[in-house]
């Protein structure tokens, strides 16, 4: 294998690490939307015939529940990204 070919190899890997991220980023992104503004605006009606906490789900979801939500994307976003970051050989680990 000349140097050619390992050049692109290495492009080739980081084409396909990169796909996996963006992939990985979308998903998170379109389930974040979903939450926030589906169960937030969307479905509140619905969602205000169900208590939570005291309060109506929808208005629950429109104030925290996304923000919830969001917050656990990010430590879905890191465990999926280590997993990632392994399999293509660039963990810092």
Known sequence: MNSEDKADAGGDTAALYWRENVKLVCGLLAVWFAVSFGAGILFVETLNKIQFGGFKLGFWFAQQGSIFVFV??????????????????????
């Not at 879905?76 to 680990?93: H, L, P, Q, T």
């Open 72 to 93: 656990i994307l990010i430590f879905i976003y890191a465990a999926r990204m280590r997993a990632i970051e392994k399999r293509f050989g660039v963990s810092d680990k």
